[in-house]
């Protein structure tokens, strides 16, 4: 049974070069994949199996769009709203 909640971005922040991502747990034992992409265009997995509800990485400088999938071990999905972010 999918027992995967709806989730957000608590925080989403862009410096040069740099993107920090914060989000609300779906539930427990759920990984999350990050996916990225230019405004308007196809999203892509820029990091996926994450634990942790935080993403700090090096981004090139642009105006993304971003989304967090939540899945939980039977492969269940769901995703968070999308937000832009300069970077």
């Known amino acids: 049974k999918d027992h ?3 989730f957000s971005f608590v925080s989403l922040v862009g410096r040069t070069g740099q993107l920090r991502a ?3 747990a779906s539930a427990l034992g759920v990984r999350y994949n ?6 308007g265009g196809t999203l892509s ?6 634990s942790d ?12 769009d971003i989304q ?3 899945v939980d071990a039977a492969g269940n999905k769901r995703l968070s709203e999308k937000r ?4």
């Open 4 to 6: 995967l909640n709806a």
């Open 34 to 39: 990050v996916l990225v992409g230019p405004t």
């Open 68 to 70: 967090i999938e939540a």
């Open 22 to 24: 914060v989000w609300s």
């Open 84 to 87: 832009t972010v300069t970077v």
């Open 53 to 64: 509800t935080s993403l700090q990485t090096e981004l090139a400088s642009g105006v993304y």
């Open 45 to 50: 997995v820029l990091r996926s199996g994450l």
